[in-house]
């Protein structure tokens, strides 16, 4: 009995993690080819920088959505019809020769980044609260990794072709789409699963979003999560332009030679962001176990105090790196750029696996919802700082803007938030009674 329930979650795990990974590949696989796309149209760097930030224009809303989705209708239905969607007009964008159209069509394509919540749920609803931060970690660290496959090897395949690379990826969107809705089950139970449909109402909606631990995870998501998806799209056209000069040095030359230069060194972050992520809900799962809690200003007797500590230290070091960054660009040194990329990649992966290490936890019967809201509003971060950093005068100088005037301020939110020994989500900006199992 206990070994069929741990295969069909395994089963499951699996399923979702692989849906996760090809929406995460059409998502960037935009900003893969925007130096073929730049070149084609005769872009500018504003317009680069707009380029990269539409990529989530509709994460924000579209994964608050996709949420509440999960929980109503069960994740295969919500994760199918995303992923049918956004194949459909991937296709469509293969054969698209205006601009214009062209840029709308990918930016209803990187709707594909809202199916996260939905697998969030979907594996919270199959793992018990002990082992939630690696069975999350694998899921998500997994599925990340498409952006840096994506940018690794897609200009390697297909050249400067993207139209192929775009019709390919929809044709695979749509077998995954079928095999999700054929063996995909909600929850490893109908108990579960009714207990997230019938607190899939707007009371509960309310309740989640206006309480401060909620904002702080969100704004510590944004941190991490939204730091990764900004720099994902951002990064080819920074090494390509920040470092145009060092990249022909090493004999990248022509469009197709920057683009795969560039696409290879903006790899490295996504690609350590993702691979870490399991260690890193891994480590959340460590510190709960083994009870630390090192910071002076965060809980320390909450049933899960250990895990929010892990987050602090996260958000700490993510702060840390952004300033570093600024400093190797500075320098002029692109090894040295390469490394810090590393070393923030893997602080990311932190703050990402102990995010989501807490949400299932704090909110057990809103697991779509909550994942909604904390991985939804968080990626207007990806959004914001892509714009911030092609507005700076110094292509390098926009990190360290960001560290400065965003991330000390939310870090120092999260620090305040955390700060409740007595059920810390309770505390919100109003109060909302706690919606009734139906409504």
């Given at each position: ?154 200009p390697r395949i297909f050249g400067t072709s993207y139209q192929s690379a775009y019709l390919w990826m929809g044709v695979v969107a749509l077998a995954i789409a079928g095999w999700y809705l054929i063996r995909g089950r909600a929850a490893q139970s109908v108990a579960r699963q009714q207990t997230a449909r019938g607190r899939s109402g707007w009371k509960s909606a309310a309740f989640v979003w206006s309480r401060y631990v909620a904002i ?123 490394a810090t990329l590393v070393a923030l990649g893997i602080f990311i992966s932190f703050g990402t696996g102990g995010t989501f290490a807490l949400v299932p936890l704090l909110f057990p019967d809103r697991p779509g919802i909550a994942a909604g809201f904390v991985g939804g509003l968080s990626t207007a971060g990806g959004i914001v700082y892509p714009l911030i950093f092609a507005a700076q005068s110094n292509i390098h100088g926009g990190y ?40």
């Amino acid at each position: 009995m206990q070994q069929a329930k741990d295969t069909h979650k395994v089963e499951q795990l699996v399923i979702a993690t692989v849906a996760f990974f090809w929406c995460f590949l059409m998502w960037f696989s935009t900003a893969a080819f925007s130096p073929s796309i730049a070149a084609h149209y005769h872009l500018g760097i504003k317009e680069l920088g707009l380029l990269a930030s539409s990529a989530m224009w509709m994460a924000p809303g579209g994964r608050m959505a996709a949420g509440w989705a999960a929980d109503r209708f069960g994740a295969p239905r919500a994760f199918a019809l995303v992923l049918a969607a956004c194949g459909v007009v991937s296709i469509a964008s293969a054969f698209t020769t205006s601009y214009p159209l062209l840029f709308a069509e990918r930016v209803v394509v990187a709707a594909a980044g809202v199916s996260f919540v939905i697998g969030i749920q979907h594996v919270a609803q199959w793992f018990e609260p002990h082992e939630i931060g690696t069975a999350e970690g694998l899921y998500a660290g997994t599925g990340n990794a498409g952006a840096g496959v994506g940018a690794l090897l897609l200009p390697r395949i297909f050249g400067t072709s993207y139209q192929s690379a775009y019709l390919w990826m929809g044709v695979v969107a749509l077998a995954i789409a079928g095999w999700y809705l054929i063996r995909g089950r909600a929850a490893q139970s109908v108990a579960r699963q009714q207990t997230a449909r019938g607190r899939s109402g707007w009371k509960s909606a309310a309740f989640v979003w206006s309480r401060y631990v909620a904002i702080a995870l969100m704004l510590a998501y944004a941190m991490s999560f939204g730091l990764e998806i900004a720099l994902n799209a951002w990064l080819p056209g920074y090494f390509a332009r920040g470092f145009h000069a060092e990249v022909v040095a090493l004999g990248f030359t022509g469009v197709a030679g920057m683009q795969i230069a560039a696409g290879t060194f903006a790899a490295v972050q996504s690609f350590t962001a993702s691979l870490f992520r399991p260690f890193a809900g891994y480590m959340s799962d460590l510190f709960q176990r083994r009870g630390w809690t090192p910071l002076p200003f965060i809980a320390r007797t909450l049933p899960y105090a250990p895990r929010l500590h892990w987050l602090g230290i996260a958000l700490v070091l993510i702060t840390l790196a952004m300033g570093g960054l600024t400093a190797a660009g500075l320098s002029g040194s692109l090894h040295a750029s390469v490394a810090t990329l590393v070393a923030l990649g893997i602080f990311i992966s932190f703050g990402t696996g102990g995010t989501f290490a807490l949400v299932p936890l704090l909110f057990p019967d809103r697991p779509g919802i909550a994942a909604g809201f904390v991985g939804g509003l968080s990626t207007a971060g990806g959004i914001v700082y892509p714009l911030i950093f092609a507005a700076q005068s110094n292509i390098h100088g926009g990190y360290l803007r960001v560290a400065l005037a965003l991330f000390i301020p939310f870090v120092l939110f999260y620090f305040w938030a955390a700060r409740h020994e007595r059920h810390p989500e309770e505390h919100g900006v109003f109060f909302v009674p706690q919606a009734a199992p139906a409504e």
